[in-house]
């Protein structure tokens, strides 16, 4: 039982709703400082960790979405990778069938991506979030799978050849401006009150349900916008590596975002944003292994780590704790007043 | 339960691992960024030459990379044995892709901007390639695909080259022989709607053989790592054609065999280079034989080269070459022939000899490349007897 | 005509081949309530097992039915120690985690075992030796019936008459339903639950084995991937019939298997792979415990 008694106490330092918009200058603050680096990581940064960056970005994007839906609400999604294509083809039509590269195209482009996934993830919510249980996880899988099968039947976009010449429209400012824009939304969503109706559902359906909660719409509720933010990903994805191709997003691709949202802790922001930056340096780092061996172990590396991980420490690295919460005491205070009071 | 500090102990512990992982990254990123475009080749002019190779080690495809990694292994050192290029040895860095069209794009990178590669030798699969082609155009670095066949690969720029056919040449061969040699005006396809290799090969031939006055009396698909095709066997069955053009891969194809037999259908099948492994005889045992496909070269070829080839590959592998390995082989040696022939090992010098490259006398046949930067050769088609694949004609481009 | 009975051969026979990997899915599923993921690749060890002992032996030299039982004791045995210590080592710690931990854990085994499988056995396709070759085909017209398949058919339904009589009528089979009932009570009760999952696991491991080399020998082509989708669509059929009824997860697998063939052969085959999972959304929409499944009440 001392599972279900820690995340509880956890329930109460997700206080109460944030008096308005007190803390949006820090996000405004970010969005600034990622255009103002963008000029010099674009120019300065070597091609080869600039890419490496680009894709930590984009990783942190879809691992915080999902962290909404595995972490905050207790479900378990593996077809994250499939809302994160439907937003990547539907942003790289548009741009390549309009020939639109303005800033304005872009955004409108990668938004009708992300409008996408989230109606995908509407129709696939709807029916499988009413089902307790781990159903959700193989629908979800099947999803990915359906997807990957219908794309393949699309001769507008390529089918199994894929899709060509997708014009580069990805910058850092763009990857990060997304970053920023995803996590200040997830930590608005986790910190109101539809977030704790989120969270009530994690601990315990029934006793939400009784509360008043209205479980499958605060499920579908997490289910979509996270899809949203995937589909934006994968907007951001297409126009990065300028190809798409149906492959790309098979269940190894959900499942590296599984366990980006394991290692940093169900439940964490901050803690799926640190996962995903590591494990994208990480699988790059590995690089050397595999140069003097001769032999890919990382994937076996992977899957031994996230068994690993959930027989030791099955909350993930942060468990449902955020980055703030390790601060001395004094930085805390600074930052985040009130949460420095209520751990005292 | 944990007592608070031991348990913020063991979480700051936690926090300290993490960064400790992301701190070579950290570091590594303060280098100065190397001017890529000026090409890092002339900045060692001693030691080894590097070559980049991207492919897919492991995931789905990985029994293809392999393949194909062994080929342009053996050649590398074969042509070190005897004595390397411009006296200095070949040094093969290859990296894995997982079958991923963006890991392939970081892969050619890091290869490019980090280990300071001269060419890039790569993918297996066009999908890779597509994924490929624009860094190593943009860093221009010349890049040489084994087996990449369709045909905008090639298009990406004017530093991206090929050594094998290109779909609607290998289409049109199997088109033309079956019109022209068999003699027969009606044929099926099953494709690997999977695999783009597959459904390209797919659409030229029915391109192609339509044109010359044949009919496809159905086109049915089956998906990459399928076992059971008899559903769409059965259905084809119902239009007797008098083949089946099957361009999938080896790994498949065997079995698709054996259930047209065993479904009582008597027409030969027909395929394409995807075909070329001892695994297709060996899977589809009697069943495949009388079958049909269209390949780089045939290993009856009593020319040195290949006999060499196919000696020296059994004594390192075990195994008898398939066609990836020998396509692998083939771009290796391509590559070193051309910086050979380059007057210095600047990366434009080595792409001009390479799009100068004419009747290079490879294991897949004479090469020439093209103003599309494509390998003009002729293709053989072959007929499976036994576990041996006959010769039957030669199709000129 | 010939052509619907062929197609109707074909998916009996096909639906045959999900039947023998769901009877061990449904057994974990039922007892454990645990989607046991590494189950296709238990399947996959278990062809793999299966092919280094008939090479070992040369067993593809002589066929004969013997070899065939050799071989198929063989791969259970090994699919059963495997099963046993995927269960004592990966999911047994987890037993009083929440859900969520214990379904990544299986995903994590089982990607462990696809690519520890492809670095071990190599990623190309291995032939499967042909141990047993029973007499030519069947032959009506233009029908045939393969009697491999018939075979396969035929094993698959007394596998499930045999869990049946595992089940209802030995203790084992007693106390997997308890545990399966109440785990907490069943344990209170005196009945050995960790002992009991330990079996259960075996049992259901050694199907998977013996799946394994029969579709070895029925599609001669294994590799280490292969037991990906056959898992799904054996978890799909599970669903289907009704999750833990060994009969429900027979009678799922074959009207998946006809359902795919009928697809493949009448519309279009390049929406196979999707068909499994749209049933299972409509299975889960319309009638969520399946078609033979028993409704529970959840109670607080």
Same mark, same amino acid.
């Given at each position: 039982m001392t599972q279900k008694n820690e995340p509880l106490k956890n329930l109460s330092t997700h206080?109460?709703?944030?008096?308005?918009?007190?803390?949006l200058w820090v996000w405004l603050a970010s969005l600034a400082l990622v255009w103002a680096l963008d000029f010099w990581v674009t120019d300065q940064l070597d091609a080869y960790f600039f890419t490496i960056l680009m894709y930590a970005g984009i990783n942190i994007t879809l691992a915080v979405s999902l962290n909404l839906v595995n972490?905050?609400?207790g479900q378990f999604s593996m077809g994250h990778a499939g809302f994160m294509s439907v937003g990547g083809y539907v942003a790289a039509y548009l741009s390549t069938r309009y020939q639109a590269e303005t800033p304005l195209a872009f955004v409108t482009a990668l938004v009708s991506g992300g409008l996408a996934a989230a109606g995908a993830g509407y129709i696939v919510g709807l029916p499988s979030l009413?089902?307790?249980?781990?159903y959700l996880a193989i629908v979800t899988l099947g999803f990915g799978e359906i997807i990957r099968v219908v794309l393949l039947n699309?001769?507008?976009?390529?089918?199994?050849?894929g899709m060509t010449n997708?014009?580069?429209?990805?910058t850092f400012g763009w990857v990060y401006s997304v970053v920023v824009v995803t996590v200040f939304s997830a930590w608005r969503l986790v910190n109101s009150s539809h977030g704790r109706a989120l969270l009530s559902v994690r601990e315990d359906e029934i006793a939400a349900e009784a509360m008043g909660v209205n479980i499958t719409r605060a499920k579908l509720r997490a289910f979509v916008i996270a899809a949203f933010f995937a589909g934006i990903a994968g907007g951001l994805f297409g126009h990065y590596l300028r190809y798409l191709n149906?492959?790309?997003?098979?269940f190894n691709r959900s499942f590296e975002i599984i366990i980006m949202v394991v290692l940093g802790g169900m439940g964490s922001i901050t803690g799926s944003v640190v996962a995903a930056l590591f494990l994208s340096g990480i699988r790059e780092a590995l690089r050397p292994l595999q140069e003097i061996t001769?032999?890919?172990f990382r994937m076996v590396i992977y899957s031994l780590m996230l068994i690993i991980l959930m027989l030791?420490?099955?909350?993930?690295?942060f468990g449902t704790r955020?980055?703030?919460?390790?601060?001395p005491a004094w930085l805390r205070d600074r930052l985040d007043p009130k949460a420095s009071r209520k751990s005292t | 339960m944990h007592s608070p500090v031991a348990f913020k102990f063991t979480n700051s512990l936690l926090i300290a691992t993490l960064f400790l992982g992301l701190s070579p990254i950290g570091c590594k990123?303060?280098?100065?960024?190397?001017?890529?475009a000026s090409g890092?080749?002339?900045?060692?002019?001693?030691g080894p030459i590097k070559i980049g190779e991207v492919g897919?080690?492991?995931?789905?495809e990985a029994t293809f990379g392999t393949s194909t990694h062994n080929g342009i292994d053996l050649a590398i050192r074969q042509i070190n044995a005897a004595g390397g290029v411009h006296g200095r040895m070949l040094e093969l860095i290859s990296l894995d892709d997982q079958g991923k069209p963006e890991e392939a794009a970081t892969a050619v990178t890091k290869l490019i901007?980090?280990?300071?590669?001269?060419a890039i030798l790569g993918e297996v699969a066009s999908s890779r390639s597509l994924a490929m082609a624009p860094i190593a155009q943009t860093h221009k670095v010349p890049m040489i695909t084994?087996?990449?066949?369709?045909?905008?690969v090639t298009e990406q720029g004017d530093f991206i080259f090929r050594v094998c056919f290109i779909d609607p040449f290998q289409g049109t061969v199997m088109a033309k022989f079956a019109l022209?040699?068999?003699?027969?005006?009606k044929v099926a396809i099953l494709r690997d709607i999977k695999n783009d290799y597959s459904v390209g090969l797919a659409n030229y031939f029915a391109e192609t053989f339509k044109k010359g006055g044949?009919?496809?009396?159905m086109d049915q698909s089956y998906g990459a790592g399928?076992?059971?095709?008899k559903s769409q066997l059965t259905s084809i069955r119902t239009k007797t054609p008098e083949a089946i053009f099957v361009p999938g891969y080896y790994t498949e194809v065997g079995l698709i065999a054996r259930q047209a037999r065993e479904l009582g259908i008597k027409a030969p099948l027909m395929g394409g280079d995807?075909?070329?492994?001892?695994k297709l005889a060996e899977i589809g045992?009697?069943?495949?034989?009388g079958s049909y496909f269209s390949n780089?070269?045939? !290993?009856? @070829?009593?020319?040195p080269e290949i006999q060499t080839f196919i000696g020296k590959f059994k004594e390192a592998y075990g195994v008898v070459p398939d066609g990836l390995s020998a396509m692998g082989y083939d771009a290796a040696r391509v590559l070193a022939d051309a910086m050979t022939r380059a007057? !210095?090992? @600047?990366p434009q010098a080595i792409r001009d000899a390479i799009a100068a490259?004419?009747?290079?006398?490879g294991v897949t046949g004479k090469i020439t490349i093209d103003s599309n930067r494509n390998a003009v050769k002729a293709a053989v088609v072959l007929k499976v007897v036994g576990t041996q694949y006959k010769y039957q004609t030669t199709i000129q481009p | 005509m010939i052509e619907l009975i062929q197609h109707l051969v074909n998916g009996l026979s096909l639906g045959a081949i999900y039947a023998l990997i769901a009877l061990g899915y449904t057994m974990v599923f039922g007892v454990?309530?645990?989607?046991?993921?590494?189950h296709g690749d238990v399947y996959m060890l278990g062809a793999f097992i299966g092919l280094y002992v008939s090479r070992h032996f040369a067993l593809g030299d002589h066929p004969s039915l013997g070899n065939l039982i050799g071989v198929l004791v063989c791969a259970m045995i090994g699919c059963a120690i495997v099963g046993f210590l995927i269960e004592r080592m990966a999911y047994r710690p987890l037993r009083k985690s929440s859900r969520i931990n214990v379904l990544i854990t299986a995903v994590g085994v089982s990607l462990f075992l696809e690519f520890s499988g492809q670095l071990l056995f190599g990623s190309d396709p291995k032939f499967f030796p042909q141990i047993y070759k029973p007499e030519g085909d069947w032959t009506l017209g233009a029908l045939v019936i393969n009697p491999l398949q018939v075979m396969v058919l035929g094993i698959s339904l007394t596998l499930m008459a045999l869990l049946q009589f595992v089940i209802f009528k030995t203790r084992l089979g007693r106390a997997m339903r308890a545990v399966s009932f109440n785990h907490d009570l069943a344990s209170l009760m005196g009945i050995p639950t960790d002992r009991v999952i330990s079996y259960t696991f075996m049992l259901g491991s050694a199907l998977a084995g013996a799946a394994g080399v029969l579709v070895g020998l029925t599609y001669p082509k294994i590799e280490p991937l292969m037991g990906v989708m056959p898992g799904l669509k054996a978890f799909v059929a599970a669903v289907l019939g009704g999750v833990g009824n060994v009969v429900g997860a027979v009678v799922g697998a074959i009207t998946l298997g006809l359902a795919e063939e009928f697809l493949v052969g009448?519309?279009?085959?390049?929406y196979r792979d999707a068909l499994a999972f749209a049933i299972l959304i409509l299975i889960l929409l319309f009638?969520?415990?399946?078609?033979?499944g028993a409704k529970r009440t959840e109670k607080v």
């Open positions: 206080r109460e709703p944030r008096s308005g918009l007190r803390t972490g905050f609400t009413r089902l307790k249980g781990d699309i001769d507008a976009v390529g089918g199994a050849r997708i014009p580069p429209l990805t149906p492959a790309t997003f098979d001769k032999i890919d030791t420490r099955p909350n993930g690295l955020e980055l703030s919460e390790f601060l | 990123k303060k280098q100065v960024p190397q001017d890529t890092s080749a002339q900045t060692t002019s001693v897919s080690m492991t995931g789905s901007t980090q280990n300071g590669v001269t084994p087996s990449s066949t369709n045909p905008k022209e040699t068999l003699k027969i005006k044949g009919e496809i009396v399928d076992i059971d095709f995807g075909w070329d492994s001892p045992g009697k069943a495949i034989e780089h070269y045939s !290993s009856e @070829d009593q020319s007057p !210095s090992l @600047d490259t004419k009747d290079f006398a | 454990l309530q645990l989607i046991n993921f590494a009448y519309w279009s085959p390049n009638k969520p415990t399946g078609l033979f």
